[in-house]
C-alpha cells in the first residue's frame, strides 16, 4: 500500500500564534487582510499563575493557576514570506506587549494542496522589516497527557520552573486503545495537549525535570517530545498579580533577551541535566518524525489507521475550524487535525500512506506537513 | 485487516480494566446522587421526625438510580451523542441547509412524541377540575393529542430555526429579544381571559418539560456538529441556543392553541352551577360524554354533584354501592384506590353506604406499598424504548442515506444499548427510590407551615368501659373528659375522651393517635422558612444528578477548552433551580398569580443578555431548559403536591416553569463573574504591558 513514491515535499514554514480571545477577532481579520486563505483555529487555554489574597482570616497570599481563554491560529506559507507575515500579526494585534500572546515559526515539509503565497499588494501593505522583534533559539515541547489529572501538575510544574506560559488544548487519542477492540472505552480517550515554547539551550533540561516531576515515567503517563523553533516572539508573562517591583523579572528576562538578541544567555541546566541522566529508563529517544495531517472532520479515522497499518503507533486528534476568507457561503470549515510520532525510518512510508489514503479519497482534502524531532520522551516497558 | 493489529488483553487485566471503569462510573454518579439522598433523610429525620419507611425498597430504588444514571449518561456519552455530532457535520456538508433544517424539523418533532416527561403533564394536570379550569381540562384530558401536535411544532421550529442560525452563524440574542418578549406578551394577553388564564401554567410547564433527558444531549450535539461544519469565525457558544428555542416555542403553541380552543369552550364556574341540569349540555360538549362527567364527579366532586349525574335517588346509591365491586369502580374511580376516595372524597352517608367505618380505612397514603418493582421496571423499559429507539433510527437512518458511518459503530451500538437499559433502570430506580422518599418528606411538608394532627394511627379499644372516663377541670374553670391509656412504650398517658369516637351500642372506642404540629398551632415564620429551605435543597439536590446537566457541562468545558469548567455550570444551574422551586413554592403557598412571577425574572433576564457575552448567554438559556429532567421533575412535583394539597389550590402547574426560568439567571450572572474576572486579568496584563 505504501510502495507508492513519495511527492516531492515542499518547504515551508508553520508559523503558530496562540492570542487571547478578546484578540482572536482582530488575528482573524489582520490574516484576513493578508490574503492567507487557509487558517486553522482551535481553541485552548493559557495558564498562568495568580497571586490571589488567602482566604479570610488567613494572612498573605496564595498561588493559584488561572486559564485565559486562548485560540491558537496555525497558518502555513512559503518560508520567504513567513518573517513578513510574523511582523504583520506582531503588528496588528500588539505582540510585542506581554500577556496579549505568543507566536512561532517552525520550518516544516508540507505535501498537498499548493502552497498560496501573500499576494503582491498583501505584501506591498506589510511591508518586509526584517526580523526585527523576533528571536531565534526556541525549542517547542510537546506534551500529550492523558486526562487523569496529571495535567494540573504538568501545568503547574512548567509554571514552577518558569518554563513558559503552556497552552492547553485538548484532543482524543487514538492508537493503542483503537486496538483494544470494545475494552477501550474503559481508557478515556481524552487528551490534554500542553504547548510550551521554551529557550532552545534549555530544552532538554526542562524536558527531563518535567519528566521527572510529573512522573510521566510512569506507566500512562504521558508523552512528551520537542520540535526546533525557527524563530518566534513568546508571551514572558507568567505570573499574574500586583507588580512588587519596578518590572517583573520576566520583563527583564524579555528586556535582556532583545538585548542578546536570543535566549542563549538562559542556559541553567547543566547540573539538573547530569543529575537526572544518572536515572535509567530517563533516556530520550532521538530519530523521530513530527507528521501532521489536517483533513476534512471525519477523515481522521481512515488516515490513522492507514498510518498505523504503515507502522505508526499512536495519534493524537483535534478538531479546529478552518476560516475561509474567500468563500463565505461553503458550508464546510470542520476539519480535524492529527499529530504522529514516528520513527525516522518508518516516516516516509507512513507519509505516502496517508498521501495514498487520500488520492483514493479525494473528498478526505488531506493536508500533510512533517517536521523532526529533536527528541522524544515516552514510558519504556 | 483491523484484526491484525488488534491487542489481546488477557481476561485478568481485561477485567481490572473493566472493574476500574466501572467503579469510577458508579462513584461520579454516587456523588452526583448522594446529596439529594442525604438531604431528604436528613429532613425527613431531623426536621420532620419521622423514620424512612420501607428502607428495602428505597435501597434498592437508589442503587438503581444510581447504577441507571452511570448507564445511561455513558450510553448518552459514548452512543447518542456522537451520533448526533457526526449527523450535525455530515448533513450540512453533504445536503446543504435546507435538508439540514427539514432535519431538524423531523427531529424535533419526534423528540416531544418520545419524550415521558409529557405524560408528566397529565399527572400534574390530574386534580384540575372541569368547572374551574374548563379550557385547561379541555387541553388536557379531552385532546391531548392536540396538545402533544402544538408542543411538537414548537419543537420543531425551534431545532430547524437553531439549525439556521449555526449555519449562518448567527447570534442568539436577536432570538430571544423578540420570543421572551413575545412570549410574555401573549401570556399577558391570556391572563385577562378567565379561560386561558389557567392555560398559563401549563404553557410554561410544557416549555420546560419538552427538553428531556435524551432530546438535549442530542440535539446539543447536532448543534454542535452543525456549528463546526459551518466553520463561522469564533462563536464559543457554538451548538447552544437550540434547547432556549425548543423550550420557548412550544409555550408560544401551547397558548396559541387554547386560543384556538378558546371559543367552543365554557367559561369557569364554581362546582353547583356546573353540574346544575341548566349547565348540562354545556358540561357535556365540555366531558364529552354522560360517564366521563360521572367519573370526574367521583373523582373531584362532592356529594350533592354526583347525586345530580344520576336521574333519582336509587340510580345514584346504586352505583355508589357499585363501588365495592372492581369493574365497576375502575369505570367511576379509574385509577383511584378505594380507600384514598373513601378518605378524601365521600361523605359521611356515602362512606356508610359501602360499610366503611373510619376503623377499617387505611388513613395513610404514606403506607401504600406501591406496585412490585418488576411491573414498574416492564413499563418503564417500554417508556425507555419508545424514547430512545425512535431517535436512534431517525439519526442512522440519516447515515444510512449520506452512506455514511459512525467513528466506532461498535461502541455507538453499545452506547446506544446502554442508554436504553440506563434510562429504563434510572427511571424505575426513581418511581421505586427517590419518588418514594421524596413522596414521604413532601407529603407531611404542610406540618411545618399549618396546624395539622399527624394521623399516625388508631387503637381500637373493645370492649371499652365508659366508667373508666375521668373529669378534670382547666384553670379557666373548664371541663374535660379524659382516661388513662398504656402506651406502646410502657409508660401510662392521659388521653382525652372523644364523645364521638365512642361506639355505644358495640361498647367499642377508637382513639385516634396524633401527633402535634411541628411549630405551634399558626402558620409560623420558622415553618415557611423551613419549607423553602426545603424546596431549595430539593431544587440545588435534584439538578446536580440530572444527567441532560452533566452532558451540557462535559459539552461547555471541551468547547471552551476548559476555561470554562463544568463543576461551576452545573453549581450554578443548580443553585438557579432550587431559587427557581422556591418561588414555585411561594406561589403555590400564597397563590400568586403565574403571570407576576414569570414576568419580573424574565424582564430581567432580557438586559442582563443584552450585557452578556455570545456564548455564555446561549448556554445559560440553555440551561433553563436542561435543569427539568427525569429526576427533578417526580420529586419537585411530589412536593409541589404535598403543598399544593395542604393550600387546596386547583393545580401545581408553575413549579417547573420556575425551575427553568430562574437557571437563566444564575449562569448568566455566573457568566459575568467568570468573564470579568477574565477581563479583569486581561486588564491586568495589558496594564501591565503599558507600563513595560
Same mark, same amino acid.
Given at each position: 500500500?505504501?510502495?507508492?513514491?513519495?511527492?516531492?515535499?515542499?518547504?515551508?514554514?508553520?508559523?503558530?500564534?496562540?492570542?487571547?480571545?478578546?484578540?482572536?477577532?482582530?488575528?482573524?481579520?489582520?490574516?484576513?487582510?493578508?490574503?492567507?486563505?487557509?487558517?486553522?483555529?482551535?481553541?485552548?487555554?493559557?495558564?498562568?499563575?495568580?497571586?490571589?489574597?488567602?482566604?479570610?482570616?488567613?494572612?498573605?497570599?496564595?498561588?493559584?493557576?488561572?486559564?485565559?481563554?486562548?485560540?491558537?491560529?496555525?497558518?502555513?506559507?512559503?518560508?520567504?514570506?513567513?518573517?513578513?507575515?510574523?511582523?504583520?500579526?506582531?503588528?496588528?494585534?500588539?505582540?510585542?506587549?506581554?500577556?496579549?500572546?505568543?507566536?512561532?515559526?517552525?520550518?516544516?515539509?508540507?505535501?498537498?494542496?499548493?502552497?498560496?503565497?501573500?499576494?503582491?499588494?498583501?505584501?506591498?501593505?506589510?511591508?518586509?522589516?526584517?526580523?526585527?522583534?523576533?528571536?531565534?533559539?526556541?525549542?517547542?515541547?510537546?506534551?500529550?497527557?492523558?486526562?487523569?489529572?496529571?495535567?494540573?501538575?504538568?501545568?503547574?510544574?512548567?509554571?514552577?520552573?518558569?518554563?513558559?506560559?503552556?497552552?492547553?488544548?485538548?484532543?482524543?487519542?487514538?492508537?493503542?486503545?483503537?486496538?483494544?477492540?470494545?475494552?477501550?472505552?474503559?481508557?478515556?480517550?481524552?487528551?490534554?495537549?500542553?504547548?510550551?515554547?521554551?529557550?532552545?539551550?534549555?530544552?532538554?533540561?526542562?524536558?527531563?525535570?518535567?519528566?521527572?516531576?510529573?512522573?510521566?515515567?510512569?506507566?500512562?503517563?504521558?508523552?512528551?517530545?520537542?520540535?526546533?523553533?525557527?524563530?518566534?516572539?513568546?508571551?514572558?508573562?507568567?505570573?499574574?498579580?500586583?507588580?512588587?517591583?519596578?518590572?517583573?523579572?520576566?520583563?527583564?528576562?524579555?528586556?535582556?533577551?532583545?538585548?542578546?538578541?536570543?535566549?542563549?544567555?538562559?542556559?541553567?541546566?547543566?547540573?539538573?541535566?547530569?543529575?537526572?541522566?544518572?536515572?535509567?529508563?530517563?533516556?530520550?529517544?532521538?530519530?523521530?518524525?513530527?507528521?501532521?495531517?489536517?483533513?476534512?472532520?471525519?477523515?481522521?479515522?481512515?488516515?490513522?489507521?492507514?498510518?498505523?497499518?504503515?507502522?505508526?503507533?499512536?495519534?493524537?486528534?483535534?478538531?479546529?475550524?478552518?476560516?475561509?476568507?474567500?468563500?463565505?457561503?461553503?458550508?464546510?470549515?470542520?476539519?480535524?487535525?492529527?499529530?504522529?510520532?514516528?520513527?525516522?525510518?518508518?516516516?516516509?512510508?507512513?507519509?505516502?500512506?496517508?498521501?495514498?489514503?487520500?488520492?483514493?479519497?479525494?473528498?478526505?482534502?488531506?493536508?500533510?506537513?512533517?517536521?523532526?524531532?529533536?527528541?522524544?520522551?515516552?514510558?519504556?516497558? | 485487516?483491523?484484526?491484525?493489529?488488534?491487542?489481546?488483553?488477557?481476561?485478568?487485566?481485561?477485567?481490572?480494566?473493566?472493574?476500574?471503569?466501572?467503579?469510577?462510573?458508579?462513584?461520579?454518579?454516587?456523588?452526583?446522587?448522594?446529596?439529594?439522598?442525604?438531604?431528604?433523610?436528613?429532613?425527613?429525620?431531623?426536621?420532620?421526625?419521622?423514620?424512612?419507611?420501607?428502607?428495602?425498597?428505597?435501597?434498592?430504588?437508589?442503587?438503581?438510580?444510581?447504577?441507571?444514571?452511570?448507564?445511561?449518561?455513558?450510553?448518552?456519552?459514548?452512543?447518542?451523542?456522537?451520533?448526533?455530532?457526526?449527523?450535525?457535520?455530515?448533513?450540512?456538508?453533504?445536503?446543504?441547509?435546507?435538508?439540514?433544517?427539514?432535519?431538524?424539523?423531523?427531529?424535533?418533532?419526534?423528540?416531544?412524541?418520545?419524550?415521558?416527561?409529557?405524560?408528566?403533564?397529565?399527572?400534574?394536570?390530574?386534580?384540575?377540575?372541569?368547572?374551574?379550569?374548563?379550557?385547561?381540562?379541555?387541553?388536557?384530558?379531552?385532546?391531548?393529542?392536540?396538545?402533544?401536535?402544538?408542543?411538537?411544532?414548537?419543537?420543531?421550529?425551534?431545532?430547524?430555526?437553531?439549525?439556521?442560525?449555526?449555519?449562518?452563524?448567527?447570534?442568539?440574542?436577536?432570538?430571544?429579544?423578540?420570543?421572551?418578549?413575545?412570549?410574555?406578551?401573549?401570556?399577558?394577553?391570556?391572563?385577562?381571559?378567565?379561560?386561558?388564564?389557567?392555560?398559563?401554567?401549563?404553557?410554561?410547564?410544557?416549555?420546560?418539560?419538552?427538553?428531556?433527558?435524551?432530546?438535549?444531549?442530542?440535539?446539543?450535539?447536532?448543534?454542535?456538529?452543525?456549528?463546526?461544519?459551518?466553520?463561522?469565525?469564533?462563536?464559543?457558544?457554538?451548538?447552544?441556543?437550540?434547547?432556549?428555542?425548543?423550550?420557548?416555542?412550544?409555550?408560544?403553541?401551547?397558548?396559541?392553541?387554547?386560543?384556538?380552543?378558546?371559543?367552543?369552550?365554557?367559561?369557569?364556574?364554581?362546582?353547583?352551577?356546573?353540574?346544575?341540569?341548566?349547565?348540562?349540555?354545556?358540561?357535556?360538549?365540555?366531558?364529552?360524554?354522560?360517564?366521563?362527567?360521572?367519573?370526574?364527579?367521583?373523582?373531584?366532586?362532592?356529594?350533592?354533584?354526583?347525586?345530580?349525574?344520576?336521574?333519582?335517588?336509587?340510580?345514584?346509591?346504586?352505583?355508589?354501592?357499585?363501588?365495592?365491586?372492581?369493574?365497576?369502580?375502575?369505570?367511576?374511580?379509574?385509577?383511584?384506590?378505594?380507600?384514598?376516595?373513601?378518605?378524601?372524597?365521600?361523605?359521611?352517608?356515602?362512606?356508610?353506604?359501602?360499610? $366503611?367505618?373510619?376503623?377499617?380505612?387505611? *388513613?395513610? #397514603?404514606? @403506607?401504600?406499598? &406501591?406496585? =412490585?418493582?418488576?411491573?414498574? !421496571? +416492564? /413499563?418503564?423499559?417500554?417508556?425507555?424504548?419508545?424514547?430512545?429507539?425512535?431517535?436512534?433510527?431517525?439519526?442512522?437512518?440519516?447515515?444510512?442515506?449520506?452512506?455514511?458511518?459512525?467513528?466506532?459503530?461498535?461502541?455507538?451500538?453499545?452506547?446506544?444499548?446502554?442508554?436504553?437499559?440506563?434510562?429504563?433502570?434510572?427511571? $424505575?430506580?426513581?418511581?421505586?427510590?427517590? *419518588?418514594? #422518599?421524596? @413522596?414521604?418528606? &413532601?407529603? =407531611?411538608?404542610?406540618?411545618? !407551615? +399549618? /396546624?395539622?394532627?399527624?394521623?399516625?394511627?388508631?387503637?381500637?379499644?373493645?370492649?371499652?368501659?365508659?366508667?373508666?372516663?375521668?373529669?378534670?377541670?382547666?384553670?379557666?374553670?373548664?371541663?374535660?373528659?379524659?382516661?388513662?391509656?398504656?402506651?406502646?412504650?410502657?409508660?401510662?398517658?392521659?388521653?382525652?375522651?372523644?364523645?364521638?369516637?365512642?361506639?355505644?351500642?358495640?361498647?367499642?372506642?377508637?382513639?385516634?393517635?396524633?401527633? =402535634?404540629?411541628?411549630?405551634?398551632? +399558626?402558620?409560623?415564620?420558622?415553618?415557611?422558612?423551613?419549607?423553602?429551605?426545603?424546596?431549595?435543597?430539593?431544587?440545588?439536590?435534584?439538578?446536580?444528578?440530572?444527567?441532560?446537566?452533566?452532558?451540557?457541562?462535559?459539552?461547555?468545558?471541551?468547547?471552551?477548552?476548559?476555561?470554562?469548567?463544568?463543576?461551576?455550570?452545573?453549581?450554578?444551574?443548580?443553585?438557579?433551580?432550587?431559587?427557581?422551586?422556591?418561588?414555585?413554592?411561594?406561589?403555590?403557598?400564597?397563590?400568586?398569580?403565574?403571570?407576576?412571577?414569570?414576568?419580573?425574572?424574565?424582564?430581567?433576564?432580557?438586559?442582563?443578555?443584552?450585557?452578556?457575552?455570545?456564548?455564555?448567554?446561549?448556554?445559560?438559556?440553555?440551561?433553563?431548559?436542561?435543569?427539568?429532567?427525569?429526576?427533578?421533575?417526580?420529586?419537585?412535583?411530589?412536593?409541589?403536591?404535598?403543598?399544593?394539597?395542604?393550600?387546596?389550590?386547583?393545580?401545581?402547574?408553575?413549579?417547573?416553569?420556575?425551575?427553568?426560568?430562574?437557571?437563566?439567571?444564575?449562569?448568566?450572572?455566573?457568566?459575568?463573574?467568570?468573564?470579568?474576572?477574565?477581563?479583569?486579568?486581561?486588564?491586568?496584563?495589558?496594564?501591565?504591558?503599558?507600563?513595560?
Amino acid at each position: 500500500m505504501s510502495d507508492s513514491p513519495l511527492p516531492q515535499a515542499r518547504p515551508a514554514t508553520r508559523i503558530t500564534c496562540c492570542v487571547h480571545q478578546r484578540l482572536a477577532s482582530r488575528a482573524a481579520e489582520a490574516l484576513e487582510a493578508f490574503g492567507i486563505p487557509d487558517v486553522l483555529v482551535q481553541s485552548a487555554r493559557c495558564v498562568r499563575q495568580q497571586a490571589v489574597p488567602r482566604p479570610w482570616p488567613l494572612p498573605g497570599m496564595a498561588t493559584s493557576l488561572n486559564d485565559s481563554p486562548t485560540d491558537i491560529f496555525r497558518i502555513t506559507c512559503h518560508r520567504d514570506v513567513a518573517i513578513t507575515v510574523m511582523n504583520g500579526l506582531i503588528d496588528a494585534i500588539e505582540l510585542s506587549a506581554s500577556g496579549r500572546g505568543s507566536i512561532y515559526a517552525q520550518n516544516i515539509d508540507d505535501y498537498g494542496t499548493s502552497l498560496t503565497g501573500l499576494s503582491s499588494t498583501a505584501l506591498g501593505s506589510l511591508g518586509s522589516k526584517g526580523k526585527s522583534g523576533l528571536l531565534t533559539d526556541f525549542a517547542l515541547i510537546t506534551a500529550i497527557l492523558s486526562g487523569a489529572g496529571n495535567e494540573n501538575a504538568f501545568v503547574r510544574e512548567t509554571l514552577e520552573l518558569r518554563a513558559g506560559a503552556p497552552i492547553v488544548s485538548l484532543g482524543i487519542g487514538t492508537g493503542i486503545r483503537d486496538r483494544l477492540g470494545l475494552l477501550r472505552i474503559t481508557i478515556p480517550p481524552e487528551k490534554e495537549i500542553v504547548h510550551l515554547v521554551v529557550p532552545a539551550h534549555d530544552a532538554d533540561g526542562i524536558l527531563r525535570l518535567l519528566v521527572e516531576t510529573t512522573h510521566m515515567d510512569r506507566p500512562g503517563g504521558g508523552f512528551l517530545y520537542r520540535t526546533p523553533v525557527c524563530f518566534g516572539r513568546i508571551d514572558p508573562m507568567l505570573r499574574i498579580g500586583k507588580p512588587q517591583h519596578a518590572a517583573s523579572i520576566e520583563q527583564i528576562i524579555a528586556a535582556v533577551d532583545d538585548l542578546k538578541d536570543g535566549t542563549a544567555w538562559r542556559q541553567r541546566f547543566r547540573a539538573a541535566d547530569r543529575q537526572i541522566a544518572r536515572h535509567e529508563g530517563m533516556r530520550l529517544q532521538h530519530h523521530y518524525r513530527e507528521i501532521t495531517f489536517i483533513c476534512a472532520e471525519g477523515g481522521a479515522d481512515l488516515l490513522v489507521q492507514r498510518a498505523m497499518q504503515a507502522g505508526a503507533g499512536a495519534a493524537t486528534v483535534s478538531t479546529v475550524r478552518r476560516l475561509r476568507a474567500d468563500a463565505r457561503t461553503e458550508i464546510d470549515g470542520a476539519r480535524e487535525i492529527g499529530t504522529l510520532i514516528v520513527p525516522t525510518r518508518n516516516a516516509d512510508d507512513i507519509a505516502s500512506a496517508l498521501l495514498t489514503t487520500h488520492v483514493q479519497k479525494p473528498e478526505i482534502d488531506l493536508r500533510l506537513q512533517t517536521l523532526d524531532t529533536q527528541a522524544v520522551f515516552s514510558h519504556q516497558r | 485487516m483491523k484484526d491484525a493489529t488488534r491487542i489481546h488483553i488477557p481476561l485478568r487485566n481485561a477485567a481490572v480494566m473493566i472493574g476500574r471503569y466501572v467503579r469510577s462510573r458508579l462513584a461520579e454518579q454516587a456523588r452526583a446522587v448522594a446529596f439529594i439522598i442525604l438531604y431528604l433523610w436528613g429532613f425527613q429525620i431531623l426536621v420532620l421526625g419521622d423514620t424512612p419507611t420501607q428502607a428495602l425498597r428505597l435501597t434498592a430504588g437508589l442503587a438503581m438510580v444510581v447504577v441507571g444514571l452511570a448507564l445511561f449518561l455513558e450510553g448518552i456519552l459514548l452512543g447518542l451523542m456522537p451520533l448526533g455530532e457526526r449527523v450535525g457535520v455530515q448533513l450540512p456538508r453533504r445536503r446543504g441547509l435546507m435538508v439540514t433544517m427539514a432535519f431538524g424539523l423531523l427531529l424535533g418533532f419526534s423528540s416531544t412524541l418520545a419524550e415521558p416527561a409529557i405524560a408528566a403533564l397529565r399527572v400534574i394536570g390530574d386534580s384540575v377540575t372541569a368547572w374551574d379550569a374548563p379550557l385547561l381540562y379541555m387541553v388536557l384530558q379531552r385532546r391531548p393529542d392536540l396538545l402533544v401536535l402544538a408542543i411538537g411544532i414548537g419543537v420543531a421550529l425551534a431545532v430547524a430555526v437553531g439549525m439556521f442560525r449555526f449555519s449562518r452563524g448567527l447570534s442568539i440574542k436577536p432570538f430571544i429579544y423578540t420570543a421572551i418578549p413575545a412570549l410574555l406578551a401573549l401570556s399577558t394577553y391570556c391572563a385577562m381571559d378567565p379561560r386561558l388564564e389557567a392555560l398559563l401554567g401549563l404553557a410554561w410547564d410544557a416549555g420546560a418539560i419538552t427538553t428531556g433527558a435524551v432530546t438535549v444531549p442530542l440535539v446539543l450535539a447536532l448543534g454542535i456538529g452543525v456549528s463546526r461544519a459551518a466553520g463561522r469565525h469564533h462563536e464559543a457558544g457554538s451548538g447552544f441556543g437550540v434547547i432556549m428555542l425548543a423550550s420557548a416555542y412550544p409555550v408560544a403553541g401551547v397558548l396559541l392553541l387554547g386560543m384556538l380552543l378558546a371559543p367552543g369552550v365554557s367559561k369557569p364556574v364554581d362546582e353547583a352551577s356546573f353540574f346544575s341540569p341548566g349547565n348540562r349540555p354545556a358540561a357535556l360538549a365540555l366531558m364529552g360524554s354522560e360517564a366521563a362527567l360521572r367519573q370526574h364527579a367521583f373523582r373531584h366532586a362532592g356529594a350533592p354533584s354526583r347525586r345530580s349525574c344520576y336521574p333519582d335517588e336509587g340510580a345514584y346509591l346504586k352505583a355508589v354501592t357499585s363501588l365495592a365491586t372492581s369493574t365497576n369502580r375502575r369505570h367511576l374511580l379509574a385509577s383511584m384506590p378505594l380507600p384514598e376516595w373513601i378518605n378524601q372524597y365521600a361523605s359521611r352517608e356515602e362512606r356508610e353506604l359501602l360499610h $366503611s367505618p373510619l376503623n377499617n380505612a387505611p *388513613v395513610a #397514603l404514606e @403506607n401504600d406499598a &406501591g406496585d =412490585p418493582i418488576s411491573t414498574i !421496571f +416492564r /413499563s418503564q423499559c417500554i417508556g425507555a424504548l419508545r424514547t430512545i429507539v425512535p431517535l436512534t433510527l431517525l439519526l442512522l437512518g440519516v447515515l444510512v442515506l449520506l452512506r455514511d458511518r459512525p467513528r466506532h459503530h461498535d461502541e455507538v451500538i453499545l452506547g446506544i444499548g446502554m442508554s436504553l437499559i440506563g434510562m429504563a433502570v434510572l427511571t $424505575s430506580g426513581i418511581q421505586i427510590g427517590l *419518588v418514594t #422518599l421524596g @413522596n414521604q418528606v &413532601g407529603r =407531611p411538608l404542610p406540618r411545618l !407551615f +399549618r /396546624s395539622i394532627d399527624k394521623v399516625e394511627g388508631q387503637i381500637l379499644i373493645e370492649p371499652f368501659h365508659p366508667e373508666s372516663v375521668y373529669t378534670r377541670h382547666t384553670a379557666e374553670g373548664r371541663c374535660e373528659q379524659f382516661f388513662f391509656l398504656d402506651t406502646p412504650r410502657g409508660g401510662t398517658e392521659a388521653v382525652a375522651f372523644d364523645p364521638a369516637q365512642y361506639d355505644a351500642v358495640n361498647h367499642r372506642y377508637e382513639h385516634v393517635v396524633k401527633r =402535634p404540629p411541628l411549630f405551634g398551632p +399558626r402558620l409560623t415564620l420558622a415553618g415557611i422558612g423551613l419549607v423553602f429551605l426545603f424546596a431549595f435543597g430539593l431544587g440545588y439536590g435534584a439538578t446536580l444528578a440530572e444527567p441532560a446537566l452533566a452532558a451540557l457541562g462535559r459539552s461547555v468545558e471541551t468547547i471552551s477548552a476548559g476555561t470554562i469548567r463544568s463543576r461551576g455550570v452545573i453549581h450554578a444551574v443548580a443553585a438557579g433551580v432550587g431559587t427557581g422551586v422556591v418561588v414555585g413554592v411561594i406561589r403555590i403557598l400564597y397563590d400568586i398569580p403565574i403571570l407576576w412571577l414569570l414576568v419580573p425574572p424574565y424582564l430581567l433576564l432580557l438586559p442582563l443578555t443584552w450585557i452578556s457575552e455570545e456564548d455564555f448567554a446561549a448556554i445559560a438559556w440553555d440551561s433553563g431548559g436542561v435543569t427539568t429532567g427525569p429526576v427533578t421533575v417526580p420529586l419537585v412535583l411530589a412536593m409541589g403536591f404535598g403543598i399544593g394539597s395542604a393550600v387546596d389550590v386547583s393545580d401545581g402547574f408553575g413549579l417547573l416553569a420556575m425551575a427553568s426560568a430562574y437557571p437563566v439567571l444564575s449562569v448568566l450572572l455566573y457568566g459575568m463573574v467568570i468573564r470579568s474576572r477574565q477581563r479583569r486579568v486581561f486588564r491586568a496584563i495589558s496594564q501591565e504591558a503599558a507600563g513595560e
